[in-house]
């Protein structure tokens, strides 16, 4: 991961070595680099490879690579070398696994209540999909979200946060594809 992004974590917790964090799990910023949320477009729904081969004749479907539903570290590098120190809001594309709808409540649960006040975030509006009015085909979302950090550097704190790795298995899981994408106010 990059130096920028692993300074600030490391400082942030007054340690000098991440890995003693995380005893066992490859060390604080490697979880991260395997749980984070996708902070750049990580997906493009419906692009050539994606899912299953439409048309495929054969006995088993064939798949492409797997989506992106979490960032690496050089997504969260470039995150932050993009800060302003204005506030930014994440918009959320989320398509569910079977059963996801459920494991992404209890996920949103603990993000509301703990995390996002922790860093001074908020949604600011949450919503199911429906069927796109202009898309290619494949690109209907199952949910959208808004969601307001104060900074980008208080979005890297929340996912930084040890107690919030906790529940990122469940965001995880309960997504086959997503897109989170950093905006901000036009102006």
Same mark, same amino acid.
């Given at each position: 991961?990059?130096?920028? #992004?692993?300074? *600030?974590v490391?400082?942030?917790?007054?340690?000098?070595?991440?890995?003693? *964090?995380m005893?066992?799990?490859?060390? +604080?910023?490697?979880?991260?680099?395997? $749980?984070? *949320? =996708?902070?750049? +477009?990580?997906?493009?729904? %419906?692009?050539?490879?994606? %899912? +299953?081969? !439409?048309?495929?004749?054969?006995?088993?479907p064939?798949r %492409?690579?797997?989506? @992106?539903?979490?960032?690496?570290?050089?997504? $969260?590098k470039?995150?932050?070398? @993009?800060d302003?120190?204005?506030?930014v809001? *994440? /918009?959320?594309?989320?398509?569910?696994?079977?059963g996801?709808?459920?494991?992404y409540?209890?996920?949103?649960r @603990?993000?509301?209540?703990? #995390?996002?006040?922790?860093?001074?975030?908020?949604?600011?509006? @949450?919503?199911?999909?429906?069927?796109? /009015? !202009? =898309?290619?085909?494949?690109?209907?979302?199952?949910?959208? /979200?808004?969601?307001r950090?104060?900074?980008?550097? =208080? #979005?890297?704190?929340?996912?930084?946060?040890?107690?919030?790795?906790?529940?990122?298995?469940?965001?995880?899981?309960?997504?086959?594809?997503?897109? /989170?994408q950093?905006?901000?106010?036009?102006?």
């Amino acid at each position: 991961m990059g130096d920028l #992004f692993e300074s *600030m974590v490391k400082g942030g917790a007054k340690v000098k070595d991440p890995d003693t *964090m995380m005893a066992g799990a490859g060390g +604080l910023l490697d979880r991260i680099d395997s $749980l984070l *949320m =996708a902070l750049a +477009l990580v997906l493009v729904p %419906g692009r050539p490879g994606a %899912g +299953l081969t !439409v048309g495929h004749t054969g006995p088993t479907p064939t798949r %492409g690579p797997p989506m @992106a539903v979490d960032p690496t570290g050089s997504d $969260l590098k470039t995150f932050l070398a @993009a800060d302003d120190d204005g506030p930014v809001v *994440m /918009l959320n594309l989320l398509r569910f696994a079977p059963g996801g709808r459920e494991l992404y409540a209890e996920y949103s649960r @603990a993000v509301v209540s703990t #995390f996002l006040p922790r860093v001074g975030g908020e949604v600011v509006y @949450a919503g199911r999909g429906h069927a796109a /009015l !202009v =898309a290619e085909d494949g690109q209907a979302w199952d949910a959208v /979200l808004l969601v307001r950090y104060p900074s980008r550097a =208080a #979005f890297a704190r929340m996912v930084a946060d040890p107690e919030y790795q906790q529940v990122t298995h469940l965001r995880t899981e309960a997504l086959s594809e997503a897109v /989170l994408q950093p905006t901000s106010a036009w102006g």
